[in-house]
Each structure stands twice: as C-alpha cells, then as structure tokens.
C-alpha cells in the first residue's frame, strides 16, 4: 500500500535542474566542462572559441601522485574536522523535531593547512608543481565524486523516511542520484554534506591558488600584483566562509538540498578547480596592473565583501534571534508559520543583497586577468546564471511556504538581485 502512492505521488514532485534530462547530462558534461576550462587556460591562445579546442592528451589526465594527494588531503581534513576544536552548535530543527549537532573549526582546519603549506615552502617542497597536475587532481576529484555520490545513493535506502530530503525521493533513479536523497546523511558523528560543504574542496581552492603563485614565481622570479590581489581576494573570501561557518547551517545547502552528486561534485571538484581558473590562467598569460587599475579593483572588492558581509551577517542574526539589539530596530511582516520577513536594512533593498555583493566581487576577481582573453570571464558568466537560478528556487520555495506574505514582501521589495535592474 505504500509502495503504490508513493509511485502516485512521485511524478507530482518538482523536479529541478532540468529533471531526469538535466540529472543525466549534468554528471558528464560538467566534468568535461572542468578539463575543458583548464585545458585553455594552459594554452598558448587560451581560446573558447576555438574549434575544434585544443585538448590535452590522454596521458595529461593522470598522474599516479595525483590520487595520493588527494587521498592525503581528505584524510588530513577528516582528521581537522574531528579534532575537539572550537565550539559545538545545533542546525535548524528537522522533521523529527531534533536537532543535529554540528563542530565549529572549519577556520582552525584553514590556520592549520595554511601553517603546513608555509612549513613545506620553508623546506623547499615546489607547490608549483601543482600546475603540472591541475588535471590529473581534476579528474581524481572527479572519480572522488561520483564514488561518494554512489556511495550517498546506496546508503540512503537505510536512512529512516523523516531523513530524506525534500526533493530527493522522487523515485527515478537517475534524479535521486543527482540531487540526492538523504538531507543529512552522516558515519556516526560525521557529517558528510557539511564536512565537504566547507572543508577540503573550499580550503583546496587556497592551495591550487598558492601552487598558481608559486609557478609563477619559479616562472618569472616573482608574483605579479594580479596574481597577489587574485590569491588575496579569495583567500579572504574563504576565511570569511570558514570563519562564519556557523552561517552555513540555515542555507539552503544544508537546510533543503540532499547530499547527491550535483553537491559532492560542486564542493570537491568544481570549487577548487573551476573557481581557481584565475589563477591558472595568469600562469601562462602574465598581466601587468598599473596603480590606478589595481586600487580600482580593491575598491569594487571592498564594496562587493562589504555588501555580502553585511547582509549575510544582519540575516543570520535575525534567523537565530529576531529580538537582537541589531536586528529588532528593523521593519519586519508576519507569516503564517509564525516566522516575520524583513523589509528593510539590506533586505529591503532588494531580496538578495548578499548576491549582488557575491557577484560584485567575482567581477573583481576576473579583472585582474585583464581584457585580452574571455576566459577569466567564465566565472562572472557562470556565477550570475548560478544566483539567478538560485534565486528562482529560493523564489518557488517562499511562496510555497509564506504564500500572502511573500507576495506582500516583493510589492514592498520589487528587485530581485540587481537594485532598479532585475
């Protein structure tokens, strides 16, 4: 009896990200995407209109120190992640009415790794190398994903109903596996969703960023100022993740979306290898930065962390405690779960200020690369689709959930992301 409405209320269920269609062609494509993106920034014209594209031999995909590697970095990470560091604090209550239990160190696991990376340039370890097997890590990350992803799959069959996610138990094999089927799936104490939402992938980005300086370096007998202020903006933009990772706990990552493929994928490969692209690409096309243009570009870098920073800070604080001196000043409408929207401060500008700010400064994190190529330009493209895509769903999931009010919070706040513009 079971069985059967669940096969009659499966095909009712949302599907996003283009349904079965988009989960079977999302897990090949992406990939290719990755070394297709890392393939041009290492050549000479760094083309993406090229055709057909220049593509690295197959004997470029791997190198056997690559899995090592890899397999030491998540085994470190593991290791940070379960030391009694920092503090404990409980996610957002679930179906069950419990509350899971979450530690705090991701910033520790960052001062950590950053530490052991200056202790290796100290005993003459060439980081640089890491261009040399941007590729093979790729792919090893890759493999990584889809094992976890099968592994996420397999498991949540075990996993209690109130353990599923939302949108992840639609019954097609293909979709489940994409978008995930278990919300929190986890090895005892070990979380598996958030342990790789902020851990090894975001803290990796840092490092392929600093073995990105470091070849050029041997290169060139220096780092350029666009290579400094490139390593330096994302720096700061992961510690700023890691160290307001408590933030992370009511974002829609770990609140909503189960643990598939399209999350492991997105957090151990396409992080630190797509974001990176940057850094990868001023390796082979050096970019000189004149004063005026550099301060012009911190600036917009400023304005872009200040904007995030602030609006992600005020929201946080009024999720977890709406009557905070900062926050109970602010105008506020009733819904019908008992839960109150803001309409002014940062959200009632528009309804996502902390994307503008995200936006703004990943347009400051492809100027440095300067005008010559559209390549660094990837990322802003990519990005503005991802948070207008993601808005959309934050968009159907409110209007779900507060319905009149939500309808009266857009007439109070018209524009979605850009003020004035959309």
Known sequence: MKQSTKRRSSPTTEREFGGTLGASCIPVLLPLLVLFLLSVSRSPGASLLQWPPQLPPTSALWDPLAPLLLLGWFTLHAFLYLLPLGKVSEGLVLKNGTRLKYPINGFHALVISVGLLLLLLWLGVPLGSLFDL???????????????SFYLYISSFWAPPHALAPGGNTGNPLYDFFIGRELNP???????????????GLIGWVVVNLGMLMKEVELRDGAS????????????????????????????????????????????????FAYSL????????????GAAAATTIVLLNGIGYYIFRKSNSQKNVFRRDPKHPSVSSLETIATAT?????????????????????????????????FSHLLPYFYVGYFTVLLVH???????????????AWDAYCQRVPYRIFPYLY
Not at 135 to 144: D, M
Not at 186 to 200: A, Q
């Open 134 to 148: 941007l590729l093979p890590l790729a792919v090893c990350a890759t493999g990584l994903s889809f094992l976890l």
């Open 186 to 200: 986890r090895i005892g104490n070990f979380d598996l969703k958030y342990f790789c939402e902020l851990r090894p």
């Open 225 to 272: 100022l666009a290579m400094l202020l490139v390593n330096g903006f994302q720096l700061l933009y992961v510690a700023d993740a890691l160290w307001n990772e408590e933030a992370v706990l009511t974002t829609m990552d770990i609140v909503h979306d189960g643990f598939g493929f399209m999350l492991a994928f997105g957090d151990l490969a396409w992080v630190p």
């Open 278 to 289: 940057q850094a990868s690409f001023l390796v082979v096309h050096p970019v000189e930065l």
């Open 338 to 370: 008992g839960k109150r929207l803001l309409v002014s401060g940062w959200w009632g500008l528009v309804r996502h200020p902390n994307y503008l700010g995200d936006l703004l400064m990943a347009l400051a994190w492809s100027l440095p690369c300067g």
């Open 390 to 404: 993601r808005e959309a769903r934050d968009e159907r999931q409110c209007r779900a959930k507060y319905g009149q």
